[in-house]
Nanobody, 120 residues
Framework: QVQLVESGGGLAQAGGSLTLSCAAS????????MGWYRQAPGKQRELVAT???????TYADSVKGRFTIARDNAKNTVTLQMNSLKPEDTGVYYC??????????????WGKGTLVTVSS
């Protein structure tokens, strides 16, 4: 089994900061992409930021310059530092990982999500 456990999130004022963390555990052989998606009320889930095992990062245009993703391959963790938060950053943030298990199978895994609310 594989688990992604998120922490962080909560309530912040516009202009403030929050940090999200995610740890993957279980029968993991390797992780390719690992990152964060979010889903705002009434909207589809969208990519926020992701990092490959080699350190290549991708950010949504809406968060570039404000959010920073950092990954620790040895610990199978990823964090998202969110600065200069805006009300439109409100949503449920999901950790995602593209994992190859010891069995050789490869699949996408998701955390349960953590709520981020930004007040104006």
């Amino acid at each position: 089994q594989v688990q992604l456990v998120e922490s962080g999130g909560g309530l912040a004022q516009a202009g403030g900061s929050l940090t999200l963390s995610c740890a993957a555990s279980g029968s993991i052989d390797s992780i390719n992409a690992m990152g964060w998606y979010r889903q705002a009320p009434g909207k589809q889930r969208e990519l926020v930021a992701t990092s490959t095992s080699g350190g290549t990062t991708t950010y949504a245009d809406s968060v570039k310059g404000r959010f920073t993703i950092a990954r620790d391959n040895a610990k199978n963790t990823v964090t998202l530092q969110m600065n200069s938060l805006k009300p439109e950053d409100t949503g449920v943030y999901y950790c995602h990982a593209d994992i190859r298990r010891w069995s050789g199978t490869r699949a996408d895994y998701w955390g349960k999500g953590t709520l981020v609310t930004v007040s104006s």
